[in-house]
């Protein structure tokens, strides 16, 4: 035509091969950041199109290879093109943080029509008119699948990216537009430039008096420039459920933030924006330090206790931070979990306090006044005082269990001889008691749980057995088993049992002036139990008492009856 002699069109079309490659150098930067890879590679297989293209006719030359009766540089520009949507599909699913869904065998399959379609140009041209036609329905069938396939591939994609658009601000409608154009430019210019209408001489002539694809991958060097220049195209954006998050992420008590791998926040729940005393559209985008002071950079621990000036003032929060993976196992972000134990490290606080009081300063005037004591001449009067201070003394003492409850519920469980703890708490209870201890266990009991509570646990339960009995020497059965992954504790004794009142306090779970209970052994052993995950009952008949505990919560290592 005379058009494609025109200097100026090909001025244009040297001008778009140079744009493209150069944009496809600019890309090649990026090509270690996993969201890069697949579209460095679609910008690629635009690049290699454009200069199969373009390249012969900038040149002058005739870059046609012969091979089977198909042209080699035909094949291959049809290859680079069947690319582009399955590389825009790969790099949506990427930047979508939904990379999982394709595992080593799908994105096979998916690249299949790459060398499919010019593998069945090359048959069908090869067949020529000798091709009989049920091959030839074939091959068009087939044809009409692939061409199916790669719209849906286009379709799917822009469709993530619209989603995503809808649920993370700093993703625009704009941004994808501009993807979209780049992308679907050269396709579009491709398809105009042969459309054609017929003659009259039974022939065809196409409508546009010029090839115009160069205006393509024209549009496509600069969509791709403006996209990378101005939006975040590398950085992936974890997608969630919007029912999920409306009903869960908005609800919860605690701050959760998503950032990227540069901290930035992409995404807040209503607590998050609470505590920095701005809207979700205010944080979105700037960086986590720059709306809460103190908390970059991130601790290396987790969880980890920091103190934060926030909307409310300082605060204590406990912040846990986890990765957020996609199916390459590959970081594109972080939650960042925040926890105000403000009020629960207080408590601890006053309950250290206390504990601290009960254990040595009225210990130490218990000790005072039973000296004291030893001097009232009336000797039932001096040994009713002596034994009402003993009593408390005791009462004193078992603030230090408090102590081990709240210090062993901050640790790691670890795994655990629960033998080697039995034959160690009733060591100590048979040298300080006159009583009858007799013990049954498996052979072997290895546990993950917190040997200061079990320990605790056990003293109390034994305790509670050898003192609470009229017996001159009171006799206390322990036995231990394993049922169906269940650890079973069962503590039987000759006593009275426990009085009503007792129960009711610990089933009302809170004590009053008027409806209290006589000490803090039940309390801790409740504690403890609700703490390990387990149960906790009494059964009391005439003949004593059973106190069982059944620690469901608690993972076995190994256990042998013998």
Not at 545 to 552: E, I
């Amino acid at each position: 035509m005379a058009f494609d002699s025109l200097p100026v069109v090909a001025l244009l079309r040297a001008s778009a091969l140079v744009s493209l490659l150069a944009v496809f150098a600019h890309a090649l930067r990026y090509r270690s950041n996993p969201v890069a890879r697949p579209f460095v590679l679609l910008v690629g297989s635009q690049t290699l199109w454009a200069t199969l293209v373009l390249g012969p006719s900038i040149l002058g030359v005739d870059a046609s290879i012969p091979v089977f009766g198909s042209d080699l540089r035909g094949l291959a520009i049809t290859a680079a093109a069947v690319a582009g949507p399955i590389l825009w599909l790969r790099y949506a699913l990427a930047f979508t943080g939904r990379s999982e869904l394709l595992t080593r065998r799908r994105e096979l399959l998916a690249a299949t029509p790459i060398a499919l379609l010019p593998t069945l140009i090359l048959v069908r041209e090869a067949a020529g008119e000798a091709a009989p036609d049920s091959l030839v329905g074939l091959y068009w069938l087939v044809v009409i699948l692939v061409v199916l396939g790669l719209i849906g591939c286009l379709v799917v994609g822009c469709y993530l990216l619209v989603r995503l658009a809808r649920r993370y601000r700093q993703v625009s409608y704009r941004q994808v537009a501009v993807l979209t154009t780049a992308l679907l430019a050269p396709y579009l210019m491709a398809f105009a430039s042969r459309i054609s209408r017929p003659t009259a001489g039974g022939d065809t002539v196409d409508y546009l008096p010029v090839d115009v694809t160069f205006l393509g991958f024209g549009v496509a060097a600069v969509g791709v420039v403006v996209a990378v220049d101005r939006y975040q195209v590398f950085t992936a954006f974890p997608e969630t459920d919007a029912v999920a998050r409306d009903e869960v992420l908005e609800t919860l008590a605690v701050g959760l933030f998503l950032i990227d791998t540069d901290d930035r926040i992409l995404d807040a729940n209503a607590e998050a924006s609470r505590i920095v005393g701005s809207s979700a559209d205010a944080i979105i985008g700037q960086e986590l330090g720059a709306v809460l002071p103190g908390i970059t950079p991130l601790p290396t621990d987790s969880p980890t206790r920091l103190s934060l000036a926030t909307a409310d003032g300082h605060r204590r929060y406990e912040v846990t931070i986890d990765a957020v993976a996609d199916g390459d196992e590959t970081t594109i972000g972080r939650t960042v979990l925040l926890r105000d134990i403000t009020d629960r490290q207080t408590r601890e606080q006053q309950l250290a306090v206390l504990t601290r009081v009960l254990r040595h300063n009225l210990r130490n005037d218990l000790d005072t006044i039973l000296a004291h004591a030893e001097e009232i001449e009336t000797d039932t009067l001096r040994d009713r005082i002596a034994t009402q201070i003993e009593h408390t003394q005791r009462t004193a003492t078992k603030a230090r269990a408090v102590e081990t409850v709240l210090g062993a519920s901050q640790q790691q469980r670890q795994e655990v001889d629960l033998l080697a703890t039995v034959d160690s708490v009733v060591g100590s209870l048979r040298e300080t008691y006159d009583c009858e201890l007799t013990v049954q266990t498996p052979a072997t009991l290895q546990v993950v749980s917190h040997e200061p509570l079990l320990r605790r646990l056990l003293t109390e339960l034994l305790e509670n057995g050898i003192e609470h009995t009229d017996a001159d020497r009171p006799r206390v059965e322990l036995a231990i088993s394993v049922d169906d992954g269940v650890v079973r504790i069962e503590i039987s004794d000759d006593g009275p049992g426990i009085p009503a009142h007792e129960f009711d306090v610990l089933e009302a779970g809170s004590e009053t002036p008027l409806r209290h209970g006589s000490g803090i052994g039940l309390w801790i052993v409740t504690w403890i139990v609700d703490y390990l995950g387990g149960d906790l009952s009494f059964e009391s008949t005439a003949e004593g008492s059973t106190v069982r505990v059944l620690l469901s919560g608690t993972p076995i290592v190994d256990a042998n009856s013998g």
